[in-house]
RNA sequence: GGCUUGGUAGCUCAGUUGGUAGAGCAGUGGACUGAAAAUCCUCGUGUCGGCAGUUCAAUUCUGCCCCGAGCCA
């Protein structure tokens, strides 16, 4: 007994709702995967699930940070790993859920390369680097010490450019050495993998703007309200994440409730885009264009009752 | 009704001393190994409001008309 199913979409296309259907249906146990749900207190603006449904459904690995708590995607499949592990202890399925792609990528790849923790003190020397110089320094900085990796990333990353230093400082090897791109899916699992790509672009644009208008009627910035109160002076990693970045900005009076909601929706759907393209290229999944139960259930149904 | 001003890409606007035009945003496709709801890359033909006139040539100049904004009546 060691089946997963993995349910994969972009935003707003329905997830939740069919994951609930679908433990309901089979007994299974769900493991969200979402970046953004991890965290307690974020709420509306994540869209996850009330508190009525978590309790009647309880969903792993939602709530389990503190809205200061760094997180990373090597400690995801660390706790994913535990998880899926409890559950077959318990002779259930576990059902993954979500959107977080390279999350789920981690899954499928079977974990990351073995690489140090970034310290500090290496932070801030490459901080510095940046500051006294501009990116075009540590882009050539990164060329000189592996070429092979810079090649692999644009001049203007910034985000991997920087992260190609780090392991580099860290580790004291080349990261194009130590990176192992061609970790073989594991099989660890017997997997069933069904992702959702809605065929309809603008059905799901109209979903987004249903749902952020539910959000907004919630009392989203009620809630970005509190948590700046409660937090005040603390760093919250998911502020920086979709609705609550704009919704800050708004009460920054950087902006009015107009642009605010436009930027908003904006982002989703670029958001879902990115998504999408994953869903596309990621490998051993079964599509479906349309939310259309039957065919998954049935689907599932079979899955579940083969004996492997 | 008169005067002023504007009508250019889905949106906001730039521009063409007359040789049919380009930015930002949006959208699209893509990349993705410890912040990933992050970070980054690619892609721009549209009766330049309509009709007529001048001209070798008009989106650009002229006239009339239509639509919007402001002011005066």
Not at 70 to 93: D, G, T
Not at 120 to 146: A, V, W
Not at 203 to 216: A, G, S, T, Y
């Amino acid at each position: 007994m060691n089946k997963v199913i993995s349910l994969m979409g972009p935003t707003a296309s329905g997830k939740t709702d069919l994951a609930i259907l679908l433990a309901q249906e089979f007994n299974l146990e769900i493991i969200s995967v979402d970046s953004v749900m991890f965290y307690k207190e974020f709420n509306i603006g994540s869209a996850k699930p009330k508190e009525e449904i978590l309790a009647k459904f309880p969903h792993r690995m939602i709530n389990i940070l503190e809205p200061f708590e760094e997180y990373s995607v090597a400690k995801f499949y660390e706790n994913l790993l535990l998880h899926i592990k409890e559950v077959h202890n318990k002779k259930k399925i576990p059902l993954l859920v979500g959107g977080s792609m390279m999350y789920f990528k981690t899954y499928f790849s079977g974990g990351l390369s073995d690489l140090k923790i970034v310290q500090n003190d290496i932070k801030k020397l490459i901080d510095d680097m940046l500051s006294k110089n501009n990116l075009e320094f540590l882009y050539d900085y990164l060329k000189k010490i592996d070429i092979e990796f810079a090649k692999k990333i644009h001049f203007n990353d910034k985000y991997r450019i920087v992260r190609g230093l780090e392991i580099y400082f860290s580790n004291k090897k080349k990261p194009s050495e130590i990176i192992n791109y061609n970790l073989k899916e594991k099989k660890f699992f017997k997997n069933l993998n069904l992702s959702v790509i809605p065929n309809s672009r603008d059905n799901l644009h109209k979903n987004i703007e249903i749902r952020l208008d539910n959000m907004l009627a919630e009392g989203l910035l009620d809630e970005v309200n509190k948590l700046n109160f409660k937090y005040v002076g603390k760093k919250l990693p998911a502020m920086s994440t979709i609705g609550y970045k704009q919704a800050n900005e708004f009460l920054q009076g950087k902006m009015n409730v107009k642009t605010m909601r436009s930027n908003i929706l904006a982002a989703t759907r670029q958001l879902a885009k990115r998504q999408i393209t994953w869903l596309r290229h990621i490998d051993a999944t079964i599509v479906y264009e349309l939310l259309v139960y039957d065919n998954i259930l049935i689907r599932v149904d079979k899955f579940v009752r083969k004996k492997i």
